[in-house]
C-alpha cells in the first residue's frame, strides 16, 4: 500500500484501539524517536520556539495515518488507555514506556544532547 492510497480507504475513527494497533503505535513512535533525523526535527521545532510535545504529537498522527486511523480518533484513543486496558498490565507498561519515551524526546531536544546525558 503506497502513502497516497490513504485518501481511497476509509481511516477508523469509531470504536477503541486494539492492543495490537496500540503495541504497534507504541513499537514505531520509540523506532522513529530514536533516529537522528527525528531527533534533529524535534530539536529545530524548539530552537523554532515550538513545543516539542507538537511535534511528537505530529508525529503520533503520522504513525495513525499509516496505521489507517484518523490521528484525532487516535490521539482520543491514547486518552482512555487507562480505562480500557486497565487490566492489561502488559499494555499498560508498554503504554507508560510511551508515554516516559515521550517525555524523554522532549526534553533531549529542549536540553540538547550535551545537556540531556
Known amino acids: 500500500m503506497s502513502g497516497s ?9 469509531s470504536g477503541m484501539l486494539s492492543g495490537e494497533q496500540l503495541f504497534h503505535l507504541f513499537n ?6 530514536s533516529l537522528p533525523d527525528v531527533k534533529k ?9 515550538q513545543e516539542a510535545v507538537a ?10 495515518l499509516e496505521m ?3 490521528p484525532s480518533f487516535g ?14 498490565q502488559e499494555l499498560m507498561i508498554h503504554f507508560y514506556k510511551f508515554v516516559a519515551r515521550e517525555e524523554m524526546a522532549c526534553d ?5 544532547p550535551d ?3
Open 5 to 13: 492510497s490513504t485518501t481511497t480507504h476509509q481511516l477508523q475513527s
Open 28 to 33: 514505531r513512535f520509540t523506532s522513529l524517536t
Open 41 to 49: 526535527r524535534i530539536a529545530e521545532a524548539v530552537e523554532d520556539k
Open 55 to 64: 511535534v511528537t504529537t505530529a508525529i503520533q498522527e503520522e504513525i495513525f
Open 68 to 70: 489507517g486511523v484518523d
Open 75 to 88: 490521539l482520543s484513543c491514547l486518552g482512555k488507555v487507562n480505562m480500557v486496558y486497565e487490566n492489561d
Open 108 to 112: 533531549e531536544a529542549e536540553l540538547g
Open 115 to 117: 545537556e540531556f546525558t
